[in-house]
């Protein structure tokens, strides 16, 4: 189960929605559907979780890049929305890198439908795109609303959204909208 809401600042506090995944497809998609949360361009906080599993925090600061924080990586990749967040740049990757084999220089010689033959460089390199299980992102991304480095990794998944909105004085808009 999983729940997403925007945050926005404003003069008066801040104001709450909850809202709909299911259209975005980028994280650009994500970053615009923030900024149409706030015409004054103030910041903007997207608040997602999966259910005791991880949970992700996008920054949106006006025209500026969205800033992403993510729990745990290995749990947020096996979902659809946290795939939204898991970008190359975050993950340390090369941008653009194919995530699977290149079918033009896979030797198909007949062994396939068999057990696979080992070689040396088989057992030796390990899995260089897996996604580790452990936070990613931008640790300091709400350290000037008050949730420090330290404080953002002790969260724990199945409470972290309600604690990230108790200190920004935000748990009662956040409540409304869950």
Known sequence: MYFAALLARTEDGWEASDTELDDVETLSDLADLAREASPEEDTVLVLIEQEDSWFGVVRVDGEEDPRIYVSDAAAAARSAYGELLLTDELLGREPGADDGPDLDSLDLDGTEDGEAEETEDDEESP????????????????????????????????????????????????????
């Open 127 to 178: 899995d260089t795109d897996a996604v580790p299980h452990s936070p990613v992102g931008d640790r300091e991304i709400l350290g000037d609303l008050g949730i420090g480095e330290k404080e953002l990794r002790a969260l724990d998944a199945n409470d972290a959204l309600g604690t990230i909105a108790e200190v920004l004085g935000a748990s009662e808009v956040l409540e409304t909208v869950r």
